[in-house]
């Protein structure tokens, strides 16, 4: 099952950013996007758990500081960065820069954590780009400046999420903490949407 929800995983997120470019060409603003992504997805988690795991609606005092910089910057920004990156460069450029943050994942975890990253991880992650590369065929792109750095804050928030995410899941379970940054980025942005 686990090899099905990736695959699916892949797929959907795939077809987000052609969807999201989309919406965006049809008038919404990257915030409004980002902002009924996050509601949604807030919305949906709360259901499930209401139905799961009423449990995981309260959290420890001492998790709130996490779960709102995990909300914010983990969450809230990378979709608002990601929205902006797709608005400005094509689809596959924004995965591109986004994606490299599964190089800073590793490089912060080698460097900073000091754990053994196997040679295998690093040919997988060289493979990642490398695809990445061909599919959004960057030689014959044109990249807006202001896009490349949207991309690469992207690429940021999605390490912070990652990093962060990573080890708060060992008190929470991931759909809580879906449910709570969720929520936390729903709240963040709602004065920004209009």
Do not use: C
């Not at 915030?31 to 309260?58: H, K, P, W, Y």
């Amino acid at each position: 099952m686990g090899y099905f929800y990736a695959l699916l995983a892949a797929f959907l997120f795939g077809a987000n950013g052609s969807v999201s470019k989309v919406i965006i060409e049809a008038g919404f603003s990257a915030i409004q996007l980002t902002q009924m992504r996050v509601l949604g997805a807030a919305i949906i988690s709360g259901i499930v758990l209401l139905v799961l795991d009423r449990r995981s609606f309260r959290l420890p005092p001492r998790q709130w500081p996490v779960i709102i910089i995990l909300g914010v910057v983990g969450v809230g920004l990378l979709q608002a960065t990601y929205a902006f990156a797709i608005a400005l460069l094509p689809v596959g450029i924004a995965l591109l820069l986004e994606y490299l943050a599964v190089l800073i994942v590793a490089v912060v975890a080698f460097f900073f954590f000091k754990e053994k990253v196997h040679i295998r991880l690093w040919a997988a992650i060289a493979f990642v780009i490398v695809g990445l590369i061909v599919v959004a065929e960057i030689w014959a792109s044109t990249l807006n400046p202001v896009g490349v750095l949207w991309g690469l804050a992207a690429a940021i928030s999605l390490a912070t999420y990652f990093l962060v995410g990573e080890r708060q899941l060992k008190t929470i379970s991931p759909l809580a903490l879906s449910f709570w940054t969720m929520s936390v980025a729903t709240l963040f942005w709602a004065p920004f949407s209009r």
